[in-house]
């Protein structure tokens, strides 16, 4: 199915988002990978994350690993 990426707030708000296409499954346990790039991003972006798969497009075993914090430079 189609996947997208987000950048979110730490308030949760979408602050850029990108569309990624379809990713495979990972049917071999082998992580998939798709480059992307979004914008907006700040110097200071305490709680910060970037998320795939926002609106649940399609349904995942384990939600933990859709997201990742952004690391703030301060």
């Known amino acids: 199915p189609a996947c997208d990426v987000a950048l979110l707030d730490e308030a949760g708000r979408v602050v850029s988002r990108q569309a990624l296409?379809?990713?495979?499954a990972p049917?071999?346990?082998t992580p998939?990978?798709?480059p992307f790039r979004l914008v907006g991003w700040k110097?200071?972006?305490?709680?910060w994350k970037v998320v795939v798969n926002l609106d649940r497009t399609f349904p995942e075993l384990f939600d933990g690993n859709n997201e990742a914090p952004v690391p703030s430079t301060r």
Do not use: K, T
């Not at 296409?21 to 495979?24: F, N, T």
């Open 43 to 47: 110097v200071e972006a305490r709680g």
């Open 21 to 24: 296409g379809p990713l495979p």
């Open 27 to 29: 049917l071999d346990l």
């Open 32 to 34: 998939r990978r798709l």
